[in-house]
């Protein structure tokens, strides 16, 4: 089963911007949808970037405009910029893929405070 490992979390001010990764254990192929999610305290995990082996991309109405996800099928790694964070975008970040998901890793923790 392919592990996905979320890094590049932190502590930022509202306003700043922090850039996850995801490194997959094996190469991501073309045909693999794969998405960012986020889970905040008390909340249950929400899909909130997408991105399919074209390259077309989806965001939740939240992010959307502040997010960018990338992805780099040379690396096998999957990314979000994250640009005007705000206290609420404060959860873990898991990446996966969107069918037949994978076992959920340990995420990365993005808190936005001041």
């Known amino acids: 089963q392919v592990q996905f490992v979320e890094s590049g979390g932190g502590l930022v001010q509202p306003g700043g911007s922090l850039r996850l990764s995801c490194a997959a254990s094996?190469?991501?192929?073309?045909?693999?949808?794969v998405g960012w999610y986020r889970q905040a305290p008390g909340k249950q995990r929400l899909l909130v970037a997408a991105?399919?082996?074209?390259?077309?991309?989806n965001y939740a109405d939240s992010v959307k405009g502040r997010f960018t996800i990338s992805r780099d099928n040379a690396k096998n790694t999957l990314y979000l910029q994250m640009n005007s964070l705000k206290p609420e975008d404060t959860a873990i970040y898991y990446c996966?893929?969107?069918?037949?998901?994978?076992?959920w890793g340990r995420g990365t923790q993005v808190t936005v405070s001041s």
């Open positions: 996966n893929q969107i069918l037949g998901q994978s076992a």
């Open positions: 991105i399919t082996g074209g390259g077309s991309t």
């Open positions: 094996i190469s991501i192929s073309r045909t693999l949808t």
